[in-house]
């Protein structure tokens, strides 16, 4: 079975930091993009941020740029989301993925985990 499975979400206060994680197992990922997307209270399911399992490709959301950054332990089978200087707008669900192919779209989305809850106070 694939799965990938975050953690690390939580209560933090704005202009604080947060770290995601997301174990991925049952399959190689060395062809595939992986990411991040969050879902806000009542709002559709955005993207976050992506890159090469493999490393490389990052592609952020420009409301996160120069904010959040995407990186991965290959060795661990896990991609990171370092998350600086939150704002409440933050505050979603945040849903580790995977797909084959440059997509910012959740339609393009192969695999998903279950989401970790960010909740970012003013």
């Known amino acids: 079975q694939v799965q990938l499975v975050e953690s690390g979400g939580g209560l933090v206060q704005a202009g604080g930091s947060l770290r995601l994680s997301c174990a991925a197992s049952?399959?190689?990922?060395?062809?595939?993009?992986m990411g991040w997307f969050r879902q806000a209270p009542g709002k559709e399911r955005e993207f976050v941020a992506r890159?090469?399992?493999?490393?490389?490709?990052?592609y952020y959301a420009d409301s996160v740029k120069g904010r959040f950054t995407i990186s991965r332990d290959k060795a661990k089978n896990t991609v990171l989301l370092q998350m600086n200087r939150l704002k409440p707008e933050d505050t979603a669900v945040y849903y580790c993925?995977?797909?084959?192919?440059?997509?910012?779209?959740?339609?393009?989305?192969?695999?998903w985990g279950k989401g970790t809850l960010v909740t970012v106070s003013s």
């Open positions: 049952g399959r190689t990922f060395n062809n595939y993009f």
């Open positions: 993925a995977a797909a084959r192919g440059a997509t910012v779209s959740p339609l393009g989305i192969e695999y």
């Open positions: 890159m090469w399992w493999s490393g490389g490709g990052t």
